[in-house]
């Protein structure tokens, strides 16, 4: 099993950056492949960005490629979410997601570990 804490989220105004981060437990956390999802309220959760195993691969949902870069990093048995040029459609919860298995995936079905999540507002 891991365990996911996000942090980082907070209130920022349209054009500027917010860099999420997302804690694991346990000693294992490089067999698992990592996602970011979110929800606004009223909506559906949707996939945003994800990364495997080995931190080779990405997957960006079309709404935010070009703008929010995911990594992780070993070292920490973390994983963040870089988010520039924020937009008022970007505000959020930000819930970070865990599979062991070498991914990435974009369904929240392929993930069993969630966090409580991090909420993040973009004013305009």
């Known amino acids: 099993q891991v365990q996911l804490v996000e942090s980082g989220g907070g209130l920022v105004q349209a054009g500027g950056s917010l860099r999420l981060s997302c804690a694991a437990s346990g000693r294992t956390f490089n067999l698992y492949a990592m996602g970011w999802f979110r929800q606004s309220p009223g909506k559906e959760r949707e996939f945003v960005a994800a990364i495997s195993q080995s931190g080779g691969s990405t997957l960006y949902a079309d709404s935010v490629k070009g703008r929010f870069t995911v990594s992780r990093s070993i070292a920490k048995n973390s994983v963040y979410l870089q988010m520039n040029s924020l937009k008022p459609e970007d505000t959020a919860v930000y819930y970070c997601?865990?599979?062991?298995?070498?991914?990435?995936?974009?369904?929240?079905?392929?993930?069993?570990?969630w966090g409580q999540g991090t909420p993040v507002t973009v004013s305009s």
């Open positions: 997601a865990a599979d062991q298995s070498p991914g990435p995936y974009s369904r929240d079905s392929d993930y069993d570990y």
